[in-house]
């Protein structure tokens, strides 16, 4: 029996994603060769809903379609870069401030209870811009720690994905991990799938 996994967010989880390739070649493509190779028996079905430029407003229009419908039995959720972001590149918009952020969260998480069994694994926004002290990653705080606050309400499982990039930032290791402050490059895709899979425990 297949055991679906969506993947939800922007376009960290989207990277790579076009005609031809559905899963993408990010931290998800990772994981579902992780998962496949690791529990041949288990037949996992992976399902990659990244957007592009998306915050948890887009979510929300979305999530009928690309998880509810979707039956699954997990949902892993990477979302809160943009919701950052757009208050620094695009000021004149309607902003998603962490009171909305943590409380549009909150809804699609209770759907989920309401409409599947899934399981829900949150995803910490990892960072923005590979300085601890960048003004992206301050104004990051509160939204990590309303994912932890969900986390506990839901009884969902964290991982820790801002905790793992900032901690690799402070060890003061040259190697970046993305190619403009935000995305990943290999390496970065890479730590998130390593703690993804550590948190998980699948």
Same mark, same amino acid.
């Given at each position: 029996?297949?055991?679906?996994?969506?993947?939800?967010?922007? !376009? &960290?989880?989207?990277?790579?994603?076009? =005609?031809?390739?559905? &899963?993408?070649?990010?931290?998800?493509?990772?994981?579902?060769?992780?998962?496949? @190779? !690791?529990?041949?028996?288990?037949?996992? =079905?992976?399902?990659?809903?990244? &957007?592009?430029?998306?915050?948890?407003?887009?979510?929300?229009?979305?999530?009928?379609?690309?998880?509810?419908?979707?039956?699954?039995?997990?949902? !892993?959720?990477?979302?809160?870069?943009?919701?950052?972001?757009?208050?620094?590149?695009?000021?004149?918009?309607?902003?998603?401030?962490?009171?909305?952020?943590?409380?549009?969260?909150?809804?699609?998480?209770?759907?989920?209870?309401?409409?599947?069994?899934?399981?829900?694994?949150?995803?910490?926004?990892?960072?923005?811009?590979?300085?601890?002290?960048?003004?992206?990653?301050?104004?990051?705080?509160?939204? @990590?720690?309303?994912? $932890?606050?969900?986390?506990?309400?839901?009884?969902?499982?964290?991982?820790?994905?801002?905790?793992?990039?900032?901690?690799?930032?402070?060890?003061?290791?040259?190697?970046?991990?993305?190619?403009?402050?935000? $995305?990943?490059? !290999?390496?970065?895709?890479?730590?998130?799938?390593?703690?993804?899979?550590?948190?998980?425990?699948?």
């Amino acid at each position: 029996m297949k055991k679906r996994i969506v993947f939800i967010g922007d !376009s &960290i989880t989207w990277w790579g994603i076009d =005609e031809g390739e559905t &899963i993408g070649t990010g931290y998800v493509r990772l994981l579902h060769d992780y998962l496949k @190779v !690791s529990y041949p028996e288990r037949d996992f =079905e992976i399902f990659n809903k990244g &957007i592009s430029g998306n915050r948890v407003t887009d979510l929300a229009e979305r999530w009928e379609q690309d998880v509810i419908s979707l039956r699954p039995d997990i949902v !892993s959720i990477s979302i809160g870069i943009n919701d950052v972001w757009r208050q620094v590149d695009s000021p004149e918009i309607d902003q998603v401030y962490p009171e909305k952020f943590e409380g549009i969260y909150d809804s699609l998480l209770k759907n989920i209870n309401e409409k599947t069994n899934a399981s829900i694994i949150l995803m910490e926004p990892t960072i923005i811009g590979e300085d601890v002290q960048s003004l992206g990653n301050t104004l990051l705080k509160p939204y @990590v720690e309303s994912v $932890h606050r969900l986390a506990d309400k839901y009884s969902a499982t964290l991982i820790p994905t801002h905790q793992a990039f900032i901690e690799f930032l402070e060890s003061r290791n040259e190697n970046p991990l993305t190619i403009d402050g935000v $995305h990943m490059n !290999s390496m970065g895709n890479m730590l998130m799938a390593k703690t993804w899979i550590q948190a998980a425990k699948l």
